[in-house]
């Protein structure tokens, strides 16, 4: 799992701060994951199930809820509907970022907040709550013993989960006036409730409340024996399963294997993450490309110059190593450093810089030499000659070009002759 910063503002103009969770080979669809109440993003629940979502090709940002985490805000002066806009602007964050998310899923509080917060999100197909209060109501059931005092005072200070908040009037008065119910009949989106029936925080009673009270299409599954902060690692796994394999029938394309290519092309797809990072898929690998922040990117992986840079040094440490070998000399190991630089008022005006270490009791007649056979590898050879690129339509989504195996034969070939004094 790939995870990076992906922070956004509230309502409010407060940063919130968030993680994209994405998967190695390239996100099919993306969620949004809201964490159970005075939680955060780097909960074990939260982590566990965005970290299993990610291994079955799903992209997950989680974040923090205003003041908490690391996200800006006075939790003091934040409340239910807080929640929920929190939520929406989180949507829209994705969206403007080209991963909008088709699926949200929530923990605890977090379900109610889902639930309430899907008909704001125009690209959510499909809801899952874990152990999730029918009513936003019941996290008072936590703090009833204060509750006098906030009516008194307007403001006390509370403890939830043996840490202090200050919570106010305000907050009790927002969680009461929801219309949960009536949100979850006209959800218009598929629903999963997951909940466990010894959840001891929130009873499986909610479920079923959430449940009856859903239209079709809904399913309920038993986290069977399953605590409500679902702490144990088998238990945040299995529920991440589920959620995958229950979303694929309703968001396209999620959890779902991808399609093969050709091993000799190499294929680049959009992935919807960001304005400009690519999948590529050479061979058995599979990596992103993308471009700095400060080009509008997501930093997420090399840009295309350092792509080419890199076959570059590739081939050279290649060439290199198959000339030393032809000549049984003792090199132990080649190290290539390249950068790439425009150069104005220059012909050409693309420059590559190139600095090579080698390794092992080589003599100076040895290491002259293999400097010389860095400069005939195919590559090298290849940048600066110029090449002719032909374009031509690609047939059907996940089909790459034909390329004849004969063209890697021909590299090997050329690496050779390199090699040959």
């Known amino acids: 799992m790939r995870s990076q910063p992906f922070d956004f503002k509230n309502a409010e103009g407060q940063t919130l701060s968030a993680r ?4 190695e080979g390239g996100a099919k669809a993306f969620a949004l994951f809201a964490h159970c109440f005075t939680c955060d993003k780097q909960t074990k629940a939260a982590v566990r199930i965005a970290r299993s979502l990610a291994d079955l090709g799903v992209g997950v940002l989680r974040f923090d809820f205003t003041g908490l985490g690391q996200s800006e805000g006075e939790f003091a002066e934040t409340g239910f509907s807080a929640n929920v806009e929190d939520l929406v602007c989180a949507a829209k964050h994705m969206a403007d970022h080209g991963c909008a998310p088709a699926l949200l899923i929530g923990h605890s509080l977090g379900g109610a907040a889902v639930l309430a917060a899907a008909g704001d999100v125009p690209s959510c197909k499909a809801v899952a709550t874990i152990a999730a209060p ?3 109501a019941h996290v008072l059931g936590l703090i009833k013993e204060r509750l006098a005092e906030l009516k008194a005072k307007g403001e006390a200070e509370v ?5 202090p908040f200050r919570i106010r009037q305000a907050f009790v008065e927002d969680a009461r006036m929801q219309a949960q119910k009536e949100r979850i009949a006209h959800l218009g989106r598929a629903l999963l409730v997951l909940h466990s029936p010894v959840d001891a925080i929130v009873e499986v009673e909610n479920a079923t409340e959430i449940f009856m009270a859903a239209k079709h299409p809904k399913s309920f599954i038993s986290l069977d024996k399953a605590g409500h902060l679902l702490a144990k690692p088998e238990e945040a796994e299995y529920a991440a399963k ?3 394999a229950w979303a694929s029938h309703y968001v396209a394309e999620a959890a779902q294997p991808d399609a093969t290519v050709d091993d000799g092309a190499v294929m680049v797809d959009e992935t919807g993450a960001g304005k400009f990072q ?15 922040k400060d080009v509008g990117g997501l930093a997420s992986g090399p840009s295309p110059y350092q792509l080419v840079a890199a076959g570059l040094g590739a081939c050279t440490a290649m060439t290199v190593r198959l000339y030393a070998e032809q000549k049984s000399w003792p090199l132990e190991r080649v190290h290539v450093a390249v950068a790439h630089q425009k150069v104005a008022d220059a012909t ?8 090579i270490r080698f390794e092992g009791p080589l003599d100076e007649t040895q290491v002259a030499r293999l400097f010389e056979i860095a400069d005939k590898c195919p ?3 290849t940048l600066e000659a110029g090449s002719k690129v032909e374009t031509r339509a690609l047939e059907g989504p996940a089909e790459a070009p034909e390329v004849p195996h004969a063209d890697m034969d021909e590299h090997f070939h050329d690496m050779e002759d390199a090699c040959r004094d």
């Open 20 to 23: 994209l969770d994405l998967p």
């Open 134 to 136: 029918a009513d936003p």
């Open 159 to 163: 403890d939830l989960g043996g840490r």
């Open 242 to 244: 589920v959620i995958a």
């Open 278 to 292: 690519m999948q590529v898929r050479a061979g058995g690998a599979r990596f992103f490309a993308d471009e700095p």
């Open 348 to 355: 050409p005006t693309d420059r590559f810089e190139r600095r």
């Open 379 to 381: 590559v090298h050879r």
